[in-house]
């Protein structure tokens, strides 16, 4: 029997708060999206000014950091030519992201969800998840 963690609807609020908070900061309106450990969507959240081609690419920046278990812009640079995990974005139904700006979510060393951030660049938008992390663990009182 497995016991599984998992990011509750109100911890996803902290987080896409916390995104949000940064996002302001920057001047930038962003799509900002949280699944489970599994990569399902929990909350989803498009600021005024969010480009709608962004909504699909957060969730699939979440869904990627977290069943990946490692950040979408790590994968970007794994991804080239000639490389080992070349090809992997076309992976998981074209649902595996390599734009910077998706993350793990990780509680006590188990990954529990994913956050993606859309809109900025994808430096802005890692900046922006980053943030949302960093915000999520002192809101909460988490270690990662």
Known sequence: MLTIKRLSFDEA????????????ELNIPMCT???????HLIKFDRMDGGKVSSISIAIDKAFTGAVARKGTHIYNELCQSGKPTFGIHVTNGGHFSIIGGGLPVAVDGQIVGGIGVSSGTAHE????????????????????
């Open 13 to 24: 609020q902290i987080l896409i708060d916390g995104a949000a908070e940064k996002a302001r």
């Open 33 to 39: 999206a949280v699944t489970d450990e599994s990569g």
């Open 125 to 144: 938008d890692l900046i922006c998840a980053e943030a949302a992390l960093a915000y999520f663990y002192a809101k909460t009182g988490f270690s990662a």
